[in-house]
């Protein structure tokens, strides 16, 4: 299956400043997912993102507080703009491993805290 | 997107077995059933999944209902390391997105 590298894996972050969370798959993917888990939750999905056109986002994300870039079939960006306390979360990315493998793998994450 | 009801925990005894419950009422004929788990301070981990016939691997077994209306996940032999939330998803294994619930957070006692 898919190897995914996430970075940072943390980060600490003063409240009105932007974070760009990169996710680099060891593959070449269709479909790369962000999610966001907030704390103690489960995960949300943000938004699909397609190489060659506008990522397609969930309801409640919009593409200003959280632009996506995927430039290449193996790269993303998310990030996460003008940020405030409550986009303390963790942010994963994920991509699917192939048809009848059984299912999606998951980067470890990305743990931000805004101050 | 067809919606998947769990236990909010569950908790269970070292190495013995975990039945973990879910129900999908809403099914289509198309939807298959996976199971995730997600250990602390880790992404979520694929566990297995399934159409309608019982599946086994090596992490745990998937038992389908006949009406495929429920389904459970079993561990067969519980280890510490197995504490999780372990999360039932409906998905139609095409190249498309996967919505999670809240799933069963797993404590396992020694």
């Known amino acids: 299956s898919a190897v995914i590298s996430q970075k940072p894996s943390r980060d600490i972050c003063q409240r009105g400043t932007s974070l760009t969370i990169q996710c680099q798959v060891d593959?070449?993917?269709?479909?790369m997912f962000w999610y966001r888990q907030q704390p103690g939750q489960s995960l949300t999905l943000i938004a699909t993102a397609n190489q060659g056109s506008e990522a397609t986002y969930e309801s409640g994300f919009v593409i200003d507080k959280f632009p996506i870039s995927r430039p290449n079939l193996t790269f993303s960006t998310l990030t996460v703009s003008n940020m405030s306390p409550e986009d303390s979360s963790i942010y994963l990315c994920?991509?699917?491993?192939?048809?009848?493998?059984?299912?999606?793998?998951f980067g470890s994450g990305t743990r931000l805290t805004v101050v | 997107d067809a919606k998947t009801t769990q236990p909010n925990s569950m908790e269970s005894n070292e190495e013995e077995p975990v039945h973990l419950p879910c129900n999908h009422s809403?099914?289509?004929?198309?939807?298959?059933i996976h199971w995730y788990r997600q250990l602390p301070s880790q992404g979520p981990e694929y566990v297995i999944h399934g159409l309608t016939s019982n599946v086994n691997n090596r992490m745990a077994s998937l038992a389908i209902a006949e009406d495929r209306k429920s389904s459970t996940l079993i561990l067969h032999r519980a280890t510490l390391r197995d504490a999780a939330v372990y999360y039932c998803?409906?998905?139609?294994?095409?190249?498309?997105?996967?919505?999670f619930g809240k799933g069963t957070r797993l404590h396992i006692l020694p």
């Open positions: 994920s991509v699917q491993t192939g048809q009848g493998v059984g299912g999606y793998t």
């Open positions: 593959s070449q993917v269709t479909m």
């Open positions: 998803i409906l998905d139609k294994n095409r190249d498309d997105k996967i919505i």
């Open positions: 809403t099914i289509s004929g198309t939807d298959y």
